[in-house]
Nanobody
Framework: QVQLVESGGGSVQAGGSLRLSCTVT????????MAWFRQAAGKSREWVSY???????NTKYSVKGRFTISKDNAKNTLYLQINTLKPEDTAMYYC?????????????????WGQGTQVTVSS
């Protein structure tokens, strides 16, 4: 049974930082493409970043430089470091997984999802 559990969200002031974690059970992390998505209230879910099994990454252009995806295969954990937080970063953040080397930016291409962790940024 594949399980993804996010943590690390919270309420922070603009300019602050957070590190989100996604702990994975039920499969080996380095055989899957892992991604972070976010969904603000009233908006559709949007892709933020992904990391391939070989460690190659890609990040949404509008957050590049502030968001950094990484993983620890030994701990089977995915991370998202978010710096210089802005109010527009307020959203529920989800991790997602799909088996294989290919990664995608569409939510429909991912088979497993966590329950999400809320990030709220105040100005």
């Amino acid at each position: 049974q594949v399980q993804l559990v996010e943590s690390g969200g919270g309420s922070v002031q603009a300019g602050g930082s957070l590190r989100l974690s996604c702990t994975v059970t039920g499969y080996v992390l380095n055989t899957y493409c892992m991604a972070w998505f976010r969904q603000a209230a009233g908006k559709s879910r949007e892709w933020v970043s992904y990391i391939r099994p070989d460690g190659a990454t890609n990040t949404k252009y509008s957050v590049k430089g502030r968001f950094t995806i990484s993983k620890d295969n030994a701990k089977n954990t995915l991370y998202l470091q978010i710096n210089t937080l802005k109010p527009e970063d307020t959203a529920m953040y989800y991790c997602a997984a799909v088996f294989g080397r290919a990664c995608f930016t569409s939510p429909g291409d991912y088979k497993s999802w966590g329950q999400g962790t809320q990030v709220t940024v105040s100005s």
